[in-house]
């Protein structure tokens, strides 16, 4: 019988900002407010499955978790707040001075399986990036891949978190 293994654990990976906005994603006068965002965290993950473990990332930047609806928005924004000084000390130890972190789920899918999360790597602009590397290009599409298993579904999101971010926009601006 095969015991299933979760467990959770933050992989920082350094990204450039959106074309025309700057990188620190914590001032919120840009931001779509809370309560508006209607998707759901797996609209914003991506998913790989390399027969022994599947795991999923998840961006914890606060302009796309503020995407998510209500109930989906609360656990990764308090997650990244808590884990805030932490995330901090990290960066800083690399000399980074704005980490772009992703939430990574793993779900062992046999007895002893084994994840590294050095070995996930993030293809993108021809480039191979691992944590605490920087340039990654967030918003545009990249590649996960671990283990042999690849994932281009960071893709698929991009196109999802865009229509959301137009729907709340258009939303903000109606007249009431």
């Known amino acids: 019988m095969t015991r299933l293994l979760r467990m959770g654990m933050l992989l920082p990976l350094l ?3 959106r074309p025309g906005e700057a990188q620190d994603t914590t001032q919120t006068d840009s931001l779509p407010p809370v309560g508006m965002g209607r998707l759901l965290q797996e609209d914003i993950s991506v998913g ?3 027969g022994t473990v599947q795991f999923r990332i998840m961006p914890l930047d606060e302009s796309i978790i503020r995407l998510l609806a209500p ?3 609360t656990s990764p924004h308090s997650l990244r707040e808590m884990r805030h000084a932490e995330i901090q000390q990290a960066a800083e130890r690399r000399g980074v001075t704005e980490p ?3 939430f990574v789920t793993v779900f062992g899918m046999r007895d002893q399986a084994h994840f590294d999360p050095d070995q996930v790597v993030v293809a993108s602009r021809n480039r191979l990036f691992r ?3 920087n340039g990654l290009a967030m918003w545009e599409p990249f590649t996960v891949e671990y283990a042999g298993a690849r994932s281009d579904d960071w893709g698929r999101s991009l ?3 865009e229509r959301e971010r137009a729907r709340i926009g258009q939303q903000r601006r109606a007249p009431r």
Request: aromatic share 16%.
């Open 71 to 73: 109930d989906s928005y």
């Open 48 to 50: 790989i499955d390399d």
């Open 15 to 17: 990204a450039s900002p």
């Open 100 to 102: 772009v972190v992703f």
């Open 159 to 161: 196109v999802l978190i």
């Open 131 to 133: 944590p605490f590397e």
